[in-house]
């Protein structure tokens, strides 16, 4: 784990307290994520992201970052919400026993206004919280994080991707060796040690965030995480995704009556939509595709139809199948 000078961690630690409520910086909280490496390219030049790679990296760039590229990055949304997560020496104490109104208790009397956070849902791994509409902060629904962790490396070798690794804390700002080869590479780079519970909706979601960073920093995904794209793929093609189709009653935020499909069964239906995104890397190659001839997902059979439309080309690309 390397810790940043201070030309690198004063302009994320100006731009993380202009943009997260002062009284949750008293916590001595960890911001990490996501939102950390939002947070990095929001705030950083170009200059800088190109000498904190030379800093450590050896070799010219395998990655092209230029102005063009980084006005990309800036352009769009840094993160779709704000991970907080603490450390076992932070006096500020989360359980997992608590309910939800436990927790907005603890944080309402923290807060400089009893309605400053609404708390909104709670999941088995954190407690999400959206700011009050007239707040003057970013909108961002903020996560407390349950789980405490010894180290802020303990904390990183539990991310998915090691794209996540940045954590600031204390205004000191700390990355990875696997964050700056991701940088290096420009590369999705997946942590092999990281597991799911085997089951086909965890695969998908680890991936969707695989291919979040992709599409949001411009990056393409290294060998280990474009083969775990195809092969999760393989097994959604013979998912039975109507299965999760049921129908969820829920209300908004001003109490109207909402009837959706389920969260599971966007997610799978989504991630199949997004196959013609595999075509985009440059490990993509076109007898890939013959995996999936007489798909029944008719967003996957779409993309065959498409790339692999003359029997020929089937031909071609079968004779030089290697996976």
């Not at 080869?181 to 780079?189: C, F």
Request: net charge neutral; proline share 2%; charged share 25%.
């Amino acid at each position: 784990m390397n810790r940043l000078g201070k030309e690198y961690s004063d302009p994320i630690t100006d731009y993380i307290n202009s943009s997260i409520p002062s009284w949750i910086l008293d916590l001595k909280p960890c911001v990490s994520g996501g939102y950390a490496l939002g947070c990095m390219f929001s705030s950083l030049n170009l200059g800088l992201i190109k000498k904190l790679i030379d800093d450590f990296s050896i070799g010219d760039y395998s990655f092209n970052f230029d102005d063009k590229v980084l006005y990309s990055i800036k352009s769009k949304r840094i993160a779709n919400d704000i991970d907080i997560f603490f450390i076992d020496n932070d006096s500020f104490k989360f359980s997992s026993d608590y309910s939800l109104d436990d927790y907005t208790g603890q944080i309402n009397s923290l807060s400089f206004h009893s309605d400053y956070m609404i708390a909104e849902r709670e999941s088995e791994h954190a407690v999400t919280f959206r700011k009050n509409f007239a707040d003057s902060y970013s909108n961002l629904p903020i996560q407390f994080i349950k789980k405490k962790y010894s180290s802020i490396s303990r904390l990183f070798s539990s991310f998915d991707i090691h794209n996540c690794c940045i954590a600031w804390k204390d205004n000191q700002v700390y990355v990875s060796d696997d964050f700056i080869r991701s940088l290096y590479l420009g590369e999705v780079l997946f942590n092999s040690n990281y597991t799911t519970d085997g089951e086909v909706v965890s695969d998908v979601f680890q991936c969707l965030r695989m291919m979040k960073y992709r599409k949001r920093y411009g990056f393409d995904y290294n060998r280990e995480a474009y083969n775990r794209l195809l092969n999760v793929y393989l097994r959604l093609d013979g998912y039975d995704i109507e299965k999760h189709s049921c129908k969820v009653i829920t209300r908004d935020y001003y109490g109207a009556r909402i009837t959706e499909k389920s969260y599971v069964y966007n997610m799978l239906n989504n991630f199949s939509r997004d196959f013609f995104d595999i075509t985009r890397s440059n490990k993509f190659r076109k007898q890939d595709l013959l995996y999936f001839l007489g798909s029944k997902n008719p967003h996957i059979a779409s993309v065959v139809k498409d790339k692999l439309f003359l029997e020929d080309d089937i031909g071609f690309h079968a004779n030089k199948l290697i996976f």
